[in-house]
């Protein structure tokens, strides 16, 4: 799968992990950086890159990482096209993906560890978006307001 990836220098340490356990997995990774760690960075020079290129279509689906992972979301979400949500459960890991068409996962690296971001990542893209009427018509009300 083709997916991007992008980390300021909270979440840059989580980064380099997921990036290297999803291409052992066979996934292509986009990296839009941080590609060294610098404290002084900020998120937005890497989650918007990142965001544009899922709204495109470049990229299927975005991990955007930030020390907690607020920033990254309220940031992925400004970028129309893009459905992202900060995540630390299972459950809303797949469930923002089948009834929201979530298509950015954020994730806080210094929130979680390694081995609960691979399962969240996991439950991210291995779901399915239903595409129920009821979901369909929310969707197209979220559309509504990007224009």
């Not at 980064?15 to 941080?34: C, R, T, V, Y």
């Not at 129309?80 to 995540?87: D, K, S």
């Not at 979680?112 to 691979?118: D, F, N, S, Y």
Request: charged share 25%; aromatic share 6%; hydrophobic share 45%.
């Amino acid at each position: 799968m083709n997916l991007g990836i992008a980390a300021d220098h909270g979440g840059f340490t989580l980064k380099e992990e997921i990036k290297s356990w999803l291409a052992s997995g066979g996934h292509q990774i986009k990296d839009f950086g941080a590609h060294t760690l610098d404290a002084f960075d900020d998120y937005p020079d890497f989650v918007v890159p990142l965001a544009r290129a899922v709204a495109a279509g470049e990229v299927k689906y975005g991990i955007a990482i930030c020390g907690s992972g607020v920033g990254a979301s309220i940031c992925a979400n400004k970028i129309a096209g893009v459905r992202a949500a900060l995540i630390h459960d299972s459950f809303s890991a797949h469930q923002g993906v089948e009834d929201d068409d979530m298509n950015l996962i954020c994730l806080g690296g210094r929130v979680i560890g390694v081995k609960i971001a691979e399962e969240l990542i996991t439950a991210f893209l291995n779901a399915r978006f239903i595409g129920a009427e009821r979901h369909r018509r929310r969707l197209d009300k979220i559309k509504a307001l990007e224009k």
